[in-house]
């Protein structure tokens, strides 16, 4: 699908305090963005923000960036935050990149927890290592989370999800803790859940929502 290209889209975002401009150079000092030592918790792929602004509102004592590779998706996120009567969270910042840099823009173990969410399915077998599950983001995420660290994966796209759990289990980054085939009728895996926006249209539409936690496997001890 293409997106249609919003031209005011990156003064917008150039101008707003909750994107981060020259993230790379914040590379080991994200405390120092929110002024304050917390976890920080990313959601990759956050479209228009209302799942990761809900999770920050939730947990105040966690930092969380949302990152979009899309200036014009990320244009609406950071517009209805600026448009709403409340301020934004003190604990929530956005950035603009691709997911293929995210280890030059965060150190080793500083990051306590990842979120996908109805990433893009990239359904032809020759885009497969686009797929922000595949083996080769698997490794990227083990560039800088940390040790024991969680990823957490929400789709609809049932092919997705099992290329996801087959990714998971033979990868020996990370190991597979709990995963279900339909979230909302798992009461253990349910417990806190904050639905997207996709979660919503699509489980109002009668399609099972799959979910999956993966946790990042202690680094082996020199001989």
Request: aromatic share 10%; charged share 30%; net charge negative.
């Amino acid at each position: 699908m293409r997106l249609r290209n919003i031209p005011r889209a990156t003064k917008v975002l150039a101008q707003s305090s909750l994107v981060i401009k020259e993230e790379k150079e914040k590379k080991g000092k994200w405390q120092m963005v929110f002024a304050r030592e917390a976890p920080l918790y990313i959601e990759i792929g956050m479209g228009k923000g209302k799942y990761i602004e809900a999770q920050a509102l939730a947990n105040p004592e966690i930092n969380f960036i949302g990152i979009e590779r899309y200036p014009s998706v990320l244009l609406r996120a950071v517009e209805r935050l600026q448009e709403a009567e409340a301020a934004p969270p003190e604990n929530l910042r956005f950035l603009c990149i691709d997911a293929n840099e995210l280890p030059e823009v965060f150190a080793p173990g500083e990051v306590s927890r990842i979120y996908l969410n109805f990433s893009d399915p990239w359904p032809k077998a020759k885009h497969a290592r686009r797929r922000l599950t595949s083996s080769e983001f698997l490794a990227r995420y083990d560039q800088f989370l940390e040790e024991e660290g969680l990823l957490e994966f929400k789709t609809d796209n049932e092919k997705l999800f099992d290329f996801s759990l087959e990714e998971v289990e033979n990868s020996d980054r990370f190991t597979l803790l709990a995963h279900t085939y339909d979230l909302h009728n798992d009461k253990e895996m349910c417990v806190g859940n904050i639905m997207t926006e996709y979660e919503e249209k699509f489980s109002g539409m009668g399609y099972p929502i799959h979910k999956l936690i993966a946790k990042r496997k202690k680094a082996s001890s020199p001989a």
